[in-house]
């Protein structure tokens, strides 16, 4: 018998989707549930800093900065995950990054599910409304991050009409017809339920896995994983790097937004944790994804082992042009390559 086990969740979606926003409104609602959640962050280059807007709303933060998890960090992850199923929180919740394959790591869980005491193991799509199925070559992949999940949630929804809601709603339960559309609250209530479930299992001495999941999209592929290496669409998330550079101790508000703004069109997403001028007690995460306008930025807790920084990612970054445009904005930085043109 196994031990009692915990849920998983898995927030995937591509860059920019607002899987990072979904999660901090998890941990708010399972906090004032009773509940917490211990959280596993897999970002590019600095996933400290996602981790930073988090401080205090999990009952612990593990980040981890690889662009596939499965491919560069899967020891590293399933070692996090085994040390989570033994901390305090109720349940497991990994966010992996947005331009991340779920096909293999799902594989991977699936042979090693009997290592791992989790249980339901589930998986939520973040599908932005403004963006799916326009993402051009990386249309293929964003789809593999829908294709895998039994849960898919649609984001900024407030930013598009209802005939463009209408139309994302019918092509998503056209290519994913098992798969279950949640909100917040629901998703919240169902993890909650899980929660009870997995605590009634070990009460009663119940062996783990056998309370009844919320759906879960029977389609998962059971492929070979050097075959799965030779899948194109798994070849489009290895594109896409990252990389991230110094910023200066601190700046005003509208050069960093002006900066974020003037970014070249291969930069997909732009975070920046910087502290401003204008509010010199906090510390400040600026966010953008593509083309967009930059997001409200969101204070968070001094976090010491992160310098002022910009985290880009893209699938062609020129981290010299990168440079050189942060020496224009605000001059001499230290950090920066001295010979960036």
Known sequence: MRSPAKPLLFLTGFLGAGKTTLLRGLLENLRTRGRSADVILNDFANADLDAATLDGAAASIAPIAASCACCESLDELVALCLAAAKKRGDLLLVELNGTADPLSLLEAFTLLEEKLPFFPRLQVCVVDARHWGRRGEFAMLERRQLETAGLWLPSHIDEVGRERLDQVDSEVR????????????????????????????????????????????????????????????????????????????????????????????????????????????????????????????????????????????????????????????????????????
């Open 174 to 341: 056209a290519l994913v017809p098992l798969a279950c559309r949640v909100d917040a609250q629901v998703l919240v209530e169902a993890l909650v339920d899980e929660i009870s479930g997995a605590a009634s299992d070990s009460e009663t001495g119940a062996p783990a896995g056998t309370a009844t999941p919320l759906p879960i999209h029977a389609g998962l592929a059971k492929i070979g994983l050097a075959a799965f290496m030779e899948d194109e669409v798994h070849r489009l998330s290895h594109r896409f790097t990252g990389c991230s550079l110094a910023l200066p101790p601190r700046v005003r508000r509208h050069t960093i937004e002006a900066l974020l703004r003037d970014l070249p069109p291969w930069v997909i997403r732009a975070k920046a944790l910087v502290k401003l001028v204008e509010n010199p007690g906090s510390r400040w995460l600026f966010q953008r994804s593509g083309t967009d306008e930059p997001d409200e930025p969101i204070e968070v807790s001094e976090v010491r082992r992160v310098s002022p920084s910009l985290v880009c990612v893209g699938p062609r970054l020129d981290p010299g042009r990168l440079e050189a445009m942060i020496r224009a904005q605000f001059g001499t930085v230290p950090g920066l390559s001295p010979d960036a043109e």
